[in-house]
């Protein structure tokens, strides 16, 4: 039987960058929708924010983001405060940020949990900057803390678009390296290795969806190099026509990204993170590949609550009305708004929701 996972159920922000106010439902599936620069990046970059925050790295992500200022609606001189609160499973999460202007930096101005049987605020306070979640921080409730951070651990946003030559997951990796699948599958080598001795079933999985993407393509050839204690592996395949195994380098950028995304979805649900969010994972990917991922994370789903932007129309096609958000952007103001099926439904008996989205029946377009 499949252990329930904790799900992001409302996500409230205001003055996050683009986004000036928020208050929305999430749920399993959440297709982000909209025209370039309408916000869906600065809704997904939400998440990396909290993750580094969850990590004691906050004050790091801020200066390598711009600093402070930048994560403030219109700067910090037009918004005061930027303040989250995220309701997850049966806990919830909170904080107020200011404007630190001596050096640019963002500062806790409150941080405090929730739990649904309680209409306490358990507050929390951190050292040096960072979050009170972290296991140094003052708490007047350990247990929900410790729930609150077990959530925002098992968040992750990828990114699988560096297929180049120099991508990571092209470079010899070390075998212990197998902890979790990295945000960029740069240890994909050594994950993959680790699914096939320890979850056959899964590694089959993953090898049945590529092969229906990539007829061609056989099997992974993962040998560990070096010595025991300090190995090494690198990713290579083997052909169905072929025994030589070939290098990564010898996929095609959109072969390469659809094995990433397999091993994400496909990998075992004890493994596989409570939220998953991706920004446009159909890039270079065949039509034809992306139903099969749509139908991959239909299924992930269940368990998996899954997070992405998009703009294939036919990536689109593939999902229903309420799985969508639509962003949109006036004057600088970015605006998220969840889509309902009763509305649609005249359309919906003749068209796919990435046609409706085409005909400019949603919003989530250019303002031309």
Not at 214 to 233: C, M, N, R, S, Y
Not at 271 to 289: C, Q, S, V, W
Request: hydrophobic fraction near 40%.
């Amino acid at each position: 039987m499949t252990t329930p996972k904790s799900h992001l159920k409302r996500v409230q922000i205001s003055g996050f960058k683009s986004i000036a106010s928020l208050d929305l439902k999430m749920n399993s599936i959440n297709i982000l929708i909209g025209a370039n620069g309408s916000g869906k990046s600065n809704f997904i970059s939400l998440f990396s924010f909290l993750r580094h925050l969850s990590e004691g790295k906050l004050q790091t992500h801020v200066e390598q983001n711009g600093f402070a200022n930048t994560f403030f609606h219109f700067g910090a001189k037009n918004t005061k405060a930027i303040s989250i609160t995220l309701d997850v499973g049966e806990n919830g999460y909170h904080a107020d940020f200011i404007h630190g202007e001596a050096n640019d930096a963002l500062v806790f101005e409150q941080e405090y949990c929730t739990f649904t049987g309680s209409n306490k605020n358990f507050y929390i306070k951190g050292k040096l900057g960072e979050s009170g979640l972290l296991p140094d921080g003052e708490a007047d409730s350990i247990n929900v803390k410790k729930y609150t951070r077990e959530y925002l651990n098992k968040c992750r946003v990828y990114h699988f678009h560096d297929t180049s030559a120099s991508a990571a997951f092209k470079q010899a990796q070390s075998i212990s390296a197998s902890t979790f699948l990295q945000n960029d599958a740069a240890n994909l080598a050594p994950y993959l290795h680790y699914l096939k001795e320890h979850w056959p079933e899964n590694y089959q999985e993953i090898l049945a969806a590529i092969q229906t993407v990539a007829p061609f393509f056989h099997d992974f050839h993962l040998v560990p190099q070096g010595k025991k204690g300090d190995e090494t592996i690198l990713l290579r395949w083997t052909h169905k026509e072929h025994d030589a195994p070939f290098s990564a380098n010898q996929l095609s950028d959109g072969t390469a990204r659809f094995i990433c995304l397999s091993t994400l979805f496909l990998q075992p649900d004890y493994l596989r993170p409570n939220t998953i969010i991706l920004d446009e994972p159909e890039l270079g990917l065949h039509p034809a590949a992306l139903e099969v991922l749509a139908e991959i994370i239909q299924v992930t789903a269940k368990t998996s609550q899954v997070i992405c932007s998009t703009q294939s129309v036919t990536f689109a096609n593939f999902f229903k009305p309420q799985d969508f958000i639509v962003a949109d952007q006036k004057k600088g103001v970015s605006t998220f708004e969840r889509l309902e099926e009763e509305q649609l439904q005249v359309w919906l008996e003749d068209y796919g929701m990435g046609d409706i989205w085409m005909k400019n029946l949603v919003g989530g377009r250019p303002e031309w």
